[in-house]
Nanobody, 119 residues
């Protein structure tokens, strides 16, 4: 079973940048997709950005143009580069990895990392 560990969260002023990392305990080559989600207090997790095995990406409209998702297969690590941060980006960010099975998918989650953007 793959374990995912996020890092890179913290406190930053509005307009600043952070880079989140998601390190996997095993190879990420087998992941059909990897993604970043975020969760506001009392809300459900929402998709921020995703990257599929072939490298295609998609972004939530609220972060498009400001955030970039990418992966380094050699390091078994996925990243989220966050620029021009806004107070509304404040949330707990979770890393997700998904592998296809004969029926359905297996989802793996990290423990989450807090991002706080001050105005």
């Amino acid at each position: 079973q793959v374990q995912l560990v996020e890092s890179g969260g913290g406190l930053v002023q509005a307009g600043g940048s952070l880079r989140l990392s998601c390190a996997a305990s095993g190879s990420i080559l087998g992941m059909n997709s990897m993604a970043w989600y975020r969760q506001y207090p009392g809300k459900e997790r929402e998709l921020v950005a995703a990257i599929v095995r072939r490298g295609q990406t998609n972004y939530a409209s609220s972060v498009s143009g400001r955030f970039t998702i990418f992966r380094d297969n050699a390091k078994n690590t996925m990243y989220l580069q966050m620029n021009s941060l806004k107070p509304e980006d404040t949330a707990v960010y979770y890393c997700n990895g998904r592998t296809a099975q004969a029926v359905g998918f297996d989802d793996y989650w990290g423990q989450g990392t807090q991002v706080t953007v001050s105005s």
